[in-house]
């Protein structure tokens, strides 16, 4: 499938939500590698680089992870209580949620899950030197048509996590994602606004420009129909 034109910077950030549903189309390796080299120009401490990006394209493993998945889902599910439950969810939580349900029945769908890793130990901040990468890898995603989100639901049995995947015990696992041409539309994203989250010089202090702007932000700026 042929990415459209580079939605640009500011557009692709203002618009990169969790996507969770994906159509039935394969990842041409060259995207696939776009993506991940786009990945580790992220920095990391002392530029150690120790991540590791496993490319899980397997039907069997996929099987496996979409069971644990399962598990994961009905542990988190539990906090919410039954369906009508969920149904009685503000509508933005509510979709949000369904989406995580319907990737969780459908991990083995989805054409590409990239497990991220680094060294265990490593860092003084764990995941502070694999998270920026993720981040690139997600919006490098986004710009060339994909959608996926990180998806952590069937990371629950780190043992035979890393058995099935002969992951060394001095390697950490930080996140699972799903990739794929998504079957839901990309952004843009709900956020707080900068003013309520952003402070000035004190913390509590209100940030008096940020007062000024749209609760929404800027994104009128960037977004552009594509
Ligand atoms: C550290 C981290 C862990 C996450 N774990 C999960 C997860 O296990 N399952 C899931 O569906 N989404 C997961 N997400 C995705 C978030 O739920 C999502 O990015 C957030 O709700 C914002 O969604 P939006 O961009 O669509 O507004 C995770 C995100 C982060 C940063």
Not at 72 to 88: L, V
């Amino acid at each position: 499938m042929a990415a459209g034109p580079d939605p640009g910077f500011f557009q692709t950030i203002y618009t990169s939500r969790a996507l969770r549903r994906f159509k039935p189309l394969p990842v041409p390796d060259e995207v696939l590698f776009q993506v991940l080299d786009a990945a580790i120009r992220a920095p990391s401490g002392q530029n150690a680089q120790d991540w590791r990006f496993l490319i899980i394209t397997d039907p069997a493993t996929k099987s496996k992870l979409q069971e644990w998945a399962l598990e994961g889902w009905g542990h988190y599910r539990a906090r919410f209580g039954d369906d009508a439950a969920i149904d009685a969810l503000p509508r933005s939580q509510r979709l949000s949620l369904r989406s995580v349900e319907h990737l969780a029945h459908h991990l083995a769908e989805a054409p590409v899950l990239i497990l991220v890793l680094g060294l265990a130990g490593r860092h003084s901040t764990p995941g502070g030197s694999a998270f920026p990468a993720v981040q690139n890898l997600l919006l490098a995603a986004r710009a060339l048509g994909l959608g996926g989100s990180i998806f952590n639901l069937p990371l629950g049995r780190r043992e035979e996590l890393h058995e099935l995947l002969s992951i060394p015990a001095n390697n950490q696992v930080y996140c699972l994602i799903p990739l794929g041409y998504p079957a839901d539309r990309q952004g843009p994203v709900q956020r707080k606004p900068v003013a309520e989250v952003v402070f000035d010089n004190r913390f509590g202090e209100r940030w008096a420009f940020a007062e000024k702007q749209p609760p929404e932000g800027w994104q009128e700026r960037w977004l552009r129909p594509e």
